[in-house]
């Protein structure tokens, strides 16, 4: 939950997020565009044959080597790279493909080595 403050009334807020499940022939795919968090859980997209996921960010340190740390106000809108692994994993799905990672939020030749 999100509190929005407009005009001294304060309101909570769910984040509403848009993720696509398309099926054909037998084949699931997941296509969840940018901003993501939080990923819905939802026993259709168990065993999908891809996912397609956006914006995220990599490591923990910024490319001007300010930390992103477990606070850090990043953290509640993106998925990091161990999110997605996560994700990949929870879901049961074979093959991910990110559309998008943000160069200012890490080093992106860390992403190999959590793949294979």
């Not at 005009?7 to 509403?16: C, E, L, P």
């Not at 499940?21 to 795919?29: D, I």
């Not at 044959?49 to 993106?78: A, H």
Request: hydrophobic share 35%; net charge neutral; with cysteine.
């Amino acid at each position: 939950m999100r509190e929005d403050k407009d005009n001294g009334y304060t309101s909570k807020k769910r984040k509403s997020v848009s993720i696509f499940l398309f099926e054909s022939n037998g084949r699931k795919v997941i296509y969840a565009p940018c901003d993501c968090k939080p990923f819905p859980q939802d026993y259709s997209m168990l065993n999908a044959d891809l996912l397609i996921i956006g914006y995220t960010f990599v490591g923990s340190t910024m490319k001007d080597n300010r930390f992103i740390g477990r606070d850090y106000p990043l953290r509640q809108e993106l998925l990091s790279i161990e999110d997605v692994l996560t994700l990949k994993n929870d879901l049961s799905v074979p093959e991910v493909i990110i559309t998008h990672i943000e160069e200012d939020w890490g080093n992106h030749t860390k992403i190999a080595s959590g793949w294979r």
